[in-house]
């Protein structure tokens, strides 16, 4: 089972991207997917989650009016599009899934991919 996300880079404030979580040995549609993302010195967090029966979990405050979570079951990914990006957005930003339901809680996820860089600048 291999997890990556996707899509990072730099923008500008105010700007927007979309991160995408793929996976290779497993059906993301079976899971709860979540996206965390961590700050230089800081603790890992979590920001949105979607479970497997597509219940939305908002566990930032950047989740709840300027970041989505969808599924693209097609391509067995889950999106991340985030909008009026801040400079406090910048973070490495991972997917992570669990069975059935969402949690904020880390270890609570059994597969991580590797991270993506957004850094947000001018």
Same mark, same amino acid.
């Given at each position: ?71 693209? %079951?097609? %391509? %067995? ?5 985030? %909008? ?39």
């Amino acid at each position: 089972v291999q997890l990556q996300a996707s899509g990072g880079g730099l923008v500008q404030p105010g700007g927007s991207l979309r991160l995408s979580c793929t996976a290779s040995g497993m059906t993301l549609d079976y899971n709860a997917v979540a996206w965390f993302r961590q700050a230089p010195g800081t603790m890992r967090e979590a920001v949105l989650c979607i479970s497997r029966s597509d219940a939305l979990s908002v566990y930032s405050d950047a989740g709840k009016d300027r970041f989505t979570i969808s599924r693209d %079951n097609a %391509n %067995n990914a889950v999106y991340l599009q985030m %909008n009026n990006l801040k400079p406090e957005d910048t973070a490495v930003y991972y997917c992570a899934t669990r069975s059935y339901l969402c949690s904020p809680t880390r270890t609570a996820y059994t597969e991580w991919g590797r991270g993506t860089l957004v850094t947000v600048s001018s």
